[in-house]
């Protein structure tokens, strides 16, 4: 069964610092996708990233990073330089990569990060 | 382009009342999908539906029912509305390794 921890529920920072969000999941796939999305204050999910079981290279967007380790069943999340922004719950989530059944993504519950000017 | 379209946002419901939400999406996906967000909590899935026609439960499905006659329109139904379904939805389509989401529906059932 595919599960995704996100052990910090709340992370406060103050401005300009860099934040690390942990993400830890299970899955007996040999085959799956890692994603995170933010939900800000607005309400709406945001998609942020999506990385294929295959692809072990670590990704950088501008202020945001991503670490992804098979070894530990871990991607987690960088933000260098925070900014007030940035303040939101942030969503890590796996599904399958094949397509069958439902196809779900499994959703961790979370981590609200805020950041204090 | 509108993407994935969910109606109401905003709902307060008395207890034993029914109401639809409405999701539209215009992106040909046959994959929909319903989740329900509780407060502190991740995205859980109600229903999905793997194209016209077809749909199955998902995690927390009761309370709840699905129809999907056409491709772009998956509305979901609360019959006799519980407390216990005050939450966030969200409606999502999927294409193979993305899932595009809704803005959400805030159902309050007093």
């Known amino acids: 069964a595919q599960k995704v921890t996100q052990a910090q529920t709340e992370i406060s920072v103050v401005e300009k610092e860099d934040v690390t969000l942990d993400c830890v999941y299970e899955t007996r796939d040999t085959t799956y996708y890692l994603f995170w999305y933010k939900q800000p204050p607005s309400g709406e999910l945001v998609f942020l990233i999506r990385?294929?079981?295959?692809?072990?290279q670590n990704e950088i967007s501008g202020r945001y990073s991503w670490n992804f380790q098979k070894s530990t069943s871990s991607f987690n999340f960088t933000i260098t330089a925070s900014q007030v922004v940035d303040s939101a719950v942030y969503f890590c989530?796996?599904?399958?990569?094949?397509?069958?059944?439902?196809?779900?993504?499994?959703f961790g519950t979370g981590t609200r990060l805020t950041v204090i000017p | 382009n509108a993407g994935v379209t969910q109606t109401p946002k905003f709902r307060i419901l008395k207890i034993g009342q029914s109401m639809t939400l409405q999701c539209t999406q215009d992106m040909n996906h046959n994959y929909m999908y319903w989740y329900r967000q509780d407060p502190g909590m991740g995205l859980k899935l109600i229903y999905y539906?793997?194209?016209?026609?077809?749909?199955d439960k998902g995690e927390v499905p009761n309370g709840y029912n699905v129809s999907r006659s056409t491709t772009e329109d998956f509305p979901l139904r609360l019959e006799l509305a519980a407390p216990s379904q005050t939450s966030v939805y969200f409606c999502?389509?999927?294409?193979?390794?993305?899932?595009?989401f809704g803005e959400g529906s805030r159902l309050t059932v007093l």
């Open positions: 539906s793997v194209g016209a026609g077809i749909t």
């Open positions: 989530a796996l599904s399958e990569a094949i397509q069958t059944g439902a196809n779900n993504l499994f």
């Open positions: 990385r294929n079981s295959f692809d072990e």
């Open positions: 999502a389509s999927r294409r193979p390794g993305e899932l595009f």
